[in-house]
């Protein structure tokens, strides 16, 4: 198809010019509507995503509304607010007025569809408009039959300049070319001897034309006013009608408010469900490079695995190994039957302790291929693995911590009742809700006050403290363990007694999990069938809701089983496995059991 004759003097718009014009126009919607986006995301999305979605839709028709009126404006002016602003008109490919509303649209949609697709619409806009030097034949305007002119450079089609004309008729036409006129009536002949010559009168002197003051003329705007104003009025619509619809949207979410500051509703977590995803073919989910090493057991060994190394037990001996590479770091012999083993942290380092009849041992990397630290401790001492470290309380009210030099006593705060320790501290509690932060000597102390999440509430049950959590059970009914009875589970800051979670949930809740039980690598923990994030002190699922039974907890996750079989569930997803008894995930990888008796480590992919 030919292109079009534009008028002369029409300057095609530069594509700088073109391109502030464009984001002039975006900008118009973009700025208002991101606050929208931003309160829909995510509360739009969480427990459920309908709202958001609907939200979502919402601030799309509302950008579709404003592109009619941008075209509705091109169509009749030729002028969106950044045309006005920057000299700029689009018109019909004569350039000699606004394209049509239906070229409009048309042109609009391709544009928008170029820019979604990567920017391959634009670029390929740039290509063709730097090869030729005019729109006339580039995709874009030939799909549209338009074309944009800068009306600061050229002339307007659409304001041609005023002509204006002199009142003198000599000066319509040239010199020399007026026609030679006779001058009538004639001169009369004497016809009578008495005929006397006319006397002509002198000329009076013409009287003096007065000059018409002109009005004065009209101060004019400033050429951005306009276009301003537009751009000003048109945020604060689409503002209004996109922040009114995100903020309507939170209603539509089956959430309950909360009352209270850091307050954690249980019937929104129950909402949240973690979607099922494909599972892996080896290895465990999140982890299917490998194996990086291997490592066969015999049909009586026993494997476990911490942060500090793989463990196995086979034979009256202990054999250690780097979870990286599989090499042994250490081996120690086992004088009889090893009733429990548990990670912890001794002296400040990740390691392992283990217990044969009424000696306790414990080994870290530090030691290498020493032999591991040892301590007597009386047959029916209690061992608290709720801190970082080991509490060990003798029947008659000893408290001791395993360190790499031995036991190292601690002294006990008169009046409280001593649950874990963290490092050097230890962790005392008073049964009113006041947590102690003692040396080992008690010489220096520190007491925590750990207010009720509200007035009427009491101290029902200590549940746990350490590794920097205080955790209480609170009720207006403490004596009462009706399984209805409503009790509020509130997690602390240890240090500071900052309430960082308060969920209310039901009595029958926690006995069904009464234990506060803490995760390998001591990430997640577990309690009344919520999972727990340690880091923060939220809860992040309800494992219950989910219909998981639970087995363990690993990393970010826990393990458990559902209607499909052994899945790992997190807070984003579910991920089934099988072949496979996971014993710990490490900086090296997932440390697996298979069916075949053998300690695989699968990396990260």
């Known amino acids: 198809m030919e292109s079009a004759v534009v008028p002369e003097g029409v300057v095609s718009a530069s594509l700088p010019r073109r391109a502030a014009c464009y984001l002039i126009d975006l900008a118009v919607f973009v700025i208002p509507a991101c606050p929208a986006v931003l309160l829909l995301i995510p509360k739009g999305f969480i427990p459920v995503p309908g709202p958001g979605i609907l939200g979502l839709l919402t601030i799309a028709v509302i950008g579709a509304v404003y592109g009619l009126v941008l075209a509705a404006m091109l169509s009749k002016t030729g002028q969106s607010a950044g045309g006005r602003l920057l000299g700029l008109r689009v018109l019909a490919e004569d350039a000699k007025a606004p394209a049509p509303f239906g070229q409009t649209v048309k042109r609009g949609i391709a544009s928008l569809g170029g820019l979604l697709l990567a920017g391959v619409g634009p670029l390929i806009f740039v290509v063709e408009f730097r090869k030729r030097g005019n729109d006339q034949d580039t995709w874009l305007h030939r799909l549209g039959e338009s074309t944009v002119i800068d009306i600061n450079a050229g002339v307007d089609p659409l304001n041609p300049a005023p002509s204006y004309y002199s009142p003198v008729i000599e000066d319509w036409v040239r010199p020399g070319t007026a026609a030679m006129v006779k001058v009538f009536p004639p001169k009369l002949p004497v016809w009578s001897d008495h005929s006397r010559p006319a006397v002509t009168a002198a000329p009076q002197p013409s009287v003096p034309q007065v000059a018409t003051p002109s009005a004065p003329a009209r101060p004019r705007l400033p050429r951005w006013v306009v276009p301003a104003v537009q751009g000003v009025v048109a945020v604060v619509v689409i503002g209004a009608l996109s922040i009114t619809s995100a903020w309507g949207v939170g209603f539509l979410q089956p959430l309950e408010r909360p009352t209270r500051p850091n307050q954690i509703s249980a019937a929104n977590l129950a909402l949240l469900k973690p979607p099922l995803t494909a599972g892996a073919g080896t290895g465990f989910p999140g982890y299917e490079v490998g194996p990086v090493w291997r490592k066969p057991l015999s049909a009586t060994a026993q494997a476990t695995a911490a942060q500090a190394g793989t463990f196995i037990f086979d034979n009256r001996a202990l054999t250690i190994l780097d979870n990286a590479t ?280």
């Open 326 to 605: 599989g090499t042994v770091l250490s081996e120690q012999a086992i004088d009889g039957d090893v009733l429990f083993a548990q990670e912890t942290q001794i002296s400040g380092e990740p390691g392992m302790v283990w217990r044969i009849g009424d000696t306790l041992h414990g080994w870290v990397p530090s030691l290498g291929k020493a032999a591991a630290v040892t301590a007597k401790i009386p047959a029916d001492a209690a061992i608290s693995t709720a801190g970082t470290d080991l509490l060990i309380t003798a029947r008659d009210g000893k408290l001791s911590t395993l360190t790499k030099t031995g036991l190292t006593e601690l002294t006990a705060i008169e009046g409280k009742i001593a649950l874990g320790v963290d490092g050097d501290k230890l962790l005392s509690a008073k049964y009113s809700g006041s947590l102690t932060l003692s040396s080992p000597d008690a010489k220096t102390r520190q007491d925590v006050p750990l207010n009720a999440p509200e007035e009427n509430q009491q101290v029902m049950k200590w549940v746990t403290a350490g590794h920097g959590l205080a955790v209480i059970l609170w009720s207006a009914f403490p004596d009462s363990h009706d399984p209805q009875n409503p009790v509020t589970v509130a997690v602390y800051r240890e240090s500071t007694g900052e309430l960082l979670s308060s969920m209310d949930i039901s009595y029958s809740r926690v006995e069904e999990d009464p234990a506060w039980v803490r995760g390998n690598g001591f990430v997640w923990a577990a309690f009344a069938g919520y999972a727990y994030n340690q880091s923060i002190g939220l809860p992040v699922l309800d494992l219950k809701a989910q219909g998981i039974k639970r087995s363990g907890i690993l990393a970010d996750g826990v393990l458990g089983a559902n209607d499909e079989g052994p899945v790992f569930i997190q807070s984003n997803k579910v991920t089934p496995y099988n072949g496979v008894t996971p014993l710990a995930i490490s900086p090296s990888g997932a440390i697996v059991k298979t069916k075949d008796n053998e300690i695989l480590v699968f990396a990260a992919k």
